[in-house]
């Protein structure tokens, strides 16, 4: 072959390849999705999703924000976000080996943010509701909250299912959803595509944390005096499990409004981040201003 002929070729070769090289796309600026422009509220945050692999589109180029999504698409999504990958078997009438969302049927019930119903089905094609999303994800963060302060604003409070008080209320404490213009907060609507990854994004995220599967972490120690009051959940509502002296060494694994989550008796507890200190040794502290001894009761 000569040269001239085979440079043409190279060349034509060179041309397709660039055609089909997926490109870059600026999520600030452009989507690829038909019915996403960049002026919706949602473009953003699903573009990100989509990047990262956490949902896909349509084959017929579209997103469909405003469709609802069901629970097994729901826990797909959430599988993908916080990284749950064990697996154990699901024993549901409806749920078989066979179906696209089984595998993630058998790790959302792993991980524990999520069950069946009594009838022993987990009704996977059944539209999620938003009170719904907000049990599965104060499940997964540990701060349901009793201390109902949020959901009283709401007019529509009675709408929330006694089951998903603590829940909603948690949600809207960690600003993971909000209400309407309305003054409602919709618990029984269903939640929407858009929506979902809305929600989802802000969550912070880390690896599932176990003591079999501990989140890296940071030594700090306590400031408390005489004590620090260790409880189940992150605020003063939270049952109180013990307490800690002193110049206690804690390992916290994540800190959130506020509050230290930190290995305790081979579990995991929350106590006060404001009696909490990094930097020091493990000899006794050097004494603090008093301090009543219930340091985190309102």
Not at 30 to 48: C, G, M, P, R, Y
Not at 108 to 118: F, N, P
Not at 193 to 221: C, G
Request: hydrophobic share 30%.
């Amino acid at each position: 072959m000569k040269k001239k002929k085979i440079k043409k070729v190279l060349n034509v070769a060179l041309a397709t390849t660039i055609l089909v090289m997926p490109m870059q796309v600026n999520i600030v600026n452009a989507l690829s999705f038909e019915d996403v422009k960049n002026d919706h509220w949602a473009a953003k945050t699903i573009q990100d999703f989509v990047n990262k692999g956490y949902i896909g589109g349509y084959s017929d180029n579209t997103f469909k924000p405003e469709n609802s999504i069901t629970r097994a698409e729901f826990i797909k999504i959430v599988n993908q976000t916080f990284g749950y990958k064990e697996i154990t078997s699901a024993d549901f009438t409806d749920v078989k080996s066979n179906q696209w969302f089984y595998n993630d049927v058998c790790i959302a019930i792993k991980a524990g943010y999520i069950k069946g119903y009594e009838d022993k089905t987990f009704r996977p094609n059944k539209q999620i509701t938003r009170e719904e999303v907000a049990v599965i994800i104060t499940n997964i963060k540990k701060n349901k909250d009793t201390n109902y302060d949020k959901i009283n604003k709401y007019k529509d409070l009675k709408n929330i299912s006694n089951w998903a008080k603590s829940s909603v209320e948690g949600a809207l404490e960690a600003k993971y959803i909000g209400g309407y213009s309305d003054n409602t907060i919709k618990p029984k609507a269903n939640i929407t595509r858009a929506e979902s990854v809305s929600i989802l994004s802000r969550i912070p995220v880390n690896q599932p944390t176990t003591p079999e599967n501990p989140l890296p972490s940071k030594i700090m120690y306590t400031t408390g005096d005489p004590i620090v009051n260790v409880r189940k959940g992150p605020g003063t509502n939270y049952e109180k499990l013990g307490t800690l002296p002193k110049g206690s060494k804690v390992e916290v694994v994540d800190e959130n409004n506020g509050w230290a989550k930190i290995k305790y008796n081979n579990t995991y507890a929350y106590v006060s981040i404001s009696y909490l200190t990094s930097g020091q040794s493990q000899k006794p502290l050097p004494q603090v201003p008093y301090t009543p001894i219930n340091i985190d009761t309102p």
